[in-house]
């Protein structure tokens, strides 16, 4: 075990350096190569910058799977989004990840969980669950950037993920670049963001930001907590 762990971090680190300043492309296609076929993923919120990502991969591969984690606690305008930006980009593969109404039954009768522990939220609706979806993957993509800050301010176009490999495709990207992914495609806003919300995730944890604010701001407001668990 340890051999192949030593072997993993030994590829993570040549990936690393291949890929420092890489762009998009360029990453989902070394994601592509690295992955045995069919055992890549894209993990999306299909939140208010997420098109851009898929649109790149529909442009390679209309058929990796799109893991979407459906928490129960989403806004209805983000089940349209997500069906709406499918079916235009040709998308055959979005799958619903949701937690097991056992464990929700256990943790969570009341619905109040994100209210006293939000970590422990978010442990039950999306780690658990997306863990159990990846388990039968390579590696999978997501659409994480250092210029949202804190956390993922450096992170590398590949990390390490327990067995898999995570590529993250936009870790060099700049705003302006997403948005001329979207103007260039035509891509159709998150309808929240013109009501104020620059990052959309569960209803109880997602607000609308300021003038001036970042739009990770706008998630867990109030709170020391920036992320949900799942890039750890």
């Not at 990453?27 to 649109?55: N, Y």
């Not at 235009?88 to 109404?101: E, K």
Request: hydrophobic share 40%.
């Amino acid at each position: 075990m340890m051999a192949a762990l030593e072997m993993q971090r030994s590829a993570v680190r040549i990936l690393e350096r291949r890929l420092q300043g890489a762009s998009p492309q360029e990453i989902i296609g070394e994601a592509i190569v690295s992955s045995r076929p069919g055992k890549l993923a894209v993990v999306s919120s299909f939140g208010t910058e997420s098109a851009a990502l898929l649109a790149l991969v529909a442009d390679i591969d209309k058929s990796i799977p799109v893991l979407f984690l459906n928490t129960g606690w989403l806004f209805e305008e983000t089940l349209r989004y997500r069906d709406q930006i499918a079916s235009l980009l040709g998308l055959t593969d979005v799958r619903s990840v949701t937690p097991s109404a056992e464990a929700l039954a256990l943790a969570d009768p009341d619905r109040d969980l994100w209210f006293s522990n939000p970590d422990a939220c978010c442990e039950l609706r999306k780690v658990k669950p997306l863990a159990r979806s990846l388990d039968q993957f390579d590696g999978w993509l997501n659409g994480r950037k250092r210029y949202q800050g804190n956390e993922r301010s450096n992170i590398d176009a590949v990390e390490a993920d327990g067995e898999r490999l995570k590529f993250n495709p936009f870790a060099f990207t700049g705003k302006d670049e997403i948005e001329r992914i979207f103007a260039e495609r035509g891509l159709p806003r998150h309808p929240l963001e013109a009501k104020g919300f620059k990052s959309v995730g569960c209803m109880a944890c997602t607000s609308r930001t300021e003038a001036g604010e970042s739009g990770r701001e706008g998630r867990w407001r109030g709170r020391s907590k920036t992320e949900c668990g799942i890039h750890r």
